[in-house]
């Protein structure tokens, strides 16, 4: 809570009491736009990688590398985002509105801050990022060329998700919603005509693809601004609540450092899973970055669902009210999982026509058939896990996550990514393997912190 002084309780327009009334409807209201929003994003992603593999196995995984390079570098932004998530549904649901508008000017100064140095060094040393990973001369060439453009218009990503994911933490689902729907459908439109070079536009190849990112990046920035400082979401800001105020910016660290280094050390973990992958060459290279992206669309629900429900526990913890919180989170568990469990039966009988969407190439089809198939082992438990961490999360208790994230991560995933396909007849799909039974030991750690409530009683 901040001071007395600073404290309202007068309701901001567009309110929606998501700490009252039937639990399952909330969730569902809240997540249904959260999950539309990241299937759309998964959509264009995915449509990119369709169009981008017209060039060929190495376009695909050049484009695969620069993607995990800039998960890497957003990091930051993840960790930025769990605490200031926390903090404002708190807020919110405490009726501390004034509270929860300067937390998001906080955010935004300090994104801004991050983006201006990602756009000055990841412009300039781009290329020799890439070469890091020791991929094939036309892959590097591939990556760099896509991670350049991206990095140069870092800044609208930077204030496109801080914007969405304010909106987001305050309750207000649906306008985020809309900001995404009408930048992909931009993207949709402009991504095949530049990369293909259809119609009066250049053919630019893997280029056109990050160009096409960072303008409806830009697009979606700009509205989702105006929509925050015009008053028609449920956070109104102005800008006498832009200034730096060291305090809260502390708080907001203390709950997204845990979270920031807990991405960090899976998407460094990625960066690891991918040098275990490029021994066995460009095709199983093309073939993890296309099994990454199936898994990414089809998992979609999770992230949608995992927000609402942190945003969910968050606002039912600040009105005091833990019973709510608990419920909303075993109740998403439960539907996520009836959702993964279905599409692990549709890959499980249709991965080889599900890849041909990717790729017509025998070989290729042959090796990512199996491995897409194995994932499946992993969706047992990723529903479990996304509903639970995001509870812990949304509690502003980040610091049991960072820690079962690094035990699940460099005690069970890569060592046994690097044993099973460099020491047993399973070689490439070994790797596929390790991931899935590292999701498994994650979901059992996660229920047993769980079950002890102590997330329920964590000051923000």
Known sequence: MLETSEVTTKQPPLHKEWTEGPIVKNLMLLAWPMIVMEATYMVSQLLDMVWVGRAGAASIAGLGIA????????????GLISGSRAMIARFIGEKDYEGARKVAAQTYIMAISWGLLVTIFGTLFAGNIISLFGVEPAVAAEGAKFARIFFAGWMTLEIL????????????SFRPMVIEIGMRVVHVILSPLLVLGLWIFPQMGIS??????????????VAAVWLLFSGHTRIKL?????????SLAWRMIKIG????????QANVSMFVLTWIVIPFGTEALAVYSIVGNIQGFLTTPSIGLGNAVSVLVGQNLGAKKPDRAVKSTLYGAGILQAFLITCGIIILIWAEKILGLFDNDPALIAIGASFLRIATFGYLFIGINAALSNCINGAGDTMPNMLINIGMTWLAQIPLAYL????????????????????AVGCVAYFIYFQTGRWKHKKV
Request: hydrophobic share 50%; charged share 10%.
């Open 67 to 78: 993607n995990l390079v800039l998960m890497i570098v957003s990091t930051v932004d993840m």
């Open 161 to 172: 998700i801080m914007s969405l994911y304010t909106m987001q933490s305050s309750g207000d």
């Open 208 to 221: 056109g693809a990050a160009l096409t990112n960072v303008i409806c990046q830009g697009l979606g920035a």
């Open 238 to 246: 102005s800008w006498r609540d832009f200034r730096f105020v060291p």
């Open 257 to 264: 450092l845990p979270s920031l280094v807990s991405m960090l």
């Open 420 to 439: 099973l396909s460099h020491f047993t007849s399973l070689g490439f799909e070994g790797i596929r393997w390790a991931i899935g039974i590292s999701i």
